[in-house]
């Protein structure tokens, strides 16, 4: 399995991003993304994952109702869309593979399987 996010980059505070993570060796259409980040000097945090059940989609409460997330099955990519941005927002994003069974907190990165190598984004005030 690979995954490779891409998209970040260098914006300023209330501009949009959209990060994509391609991903190649799995049944894409069957499986769930989640999405991380990584503050500098912080541990790594849940930002969104997609539900198992289809459409169902759940966010940390720091990106609900600036952040989405969406797919394109026929691309093997999922996406994160992020408006508003914040300084706080700064971090490395990481998308990664939901698991089927063990961890049931998505929340938890033990919930995750198969990590991409995440994209920078940086928030400047």
């Known amino acids: 399995v690979q995954l490779q996010a891409s998209g970040g980059g260098l914006v300023q505070v209330g501009e949009s991003l959209i990060l994509s993570c391609a991903a190649a060796?799995?049944?894409?259409?069957?499986?769930?993304m989640g999405w991380f980040r990584r503050a500098p000097g912080k541990e790594r945090e849940f930002v969104a994952a997609e539900g198992w059940s289809s459409g169902i989609i759940h966010y940390a409460d720091s990106v609900k109702g600036r952040f989405t997330i969406s797919r394109d099955n026929a691309k093997t990519t999922v996406y994160l869309r992020m408006n508003s941005l914040k300084p706080e927002d700064t971090a490395v994003y990481y998308c990664?593979?939901?698991?089927?069974?063990?961890?049931?907190?998505?929340?938890?990165?033990?919930?995750?399987?198969?990590w991409g190598k995440g994209t920078l984004v940086t928030v400047s005030s």
């Open positions: 060796g799995l049944p894409f259409s069957t499986n769930r």
């Open positions: 990664a593979v939901r698991l089927r069974f063990g961890e049931s907190n998505l929340a938890s990165p033990r919930a995750y399987g198969h």
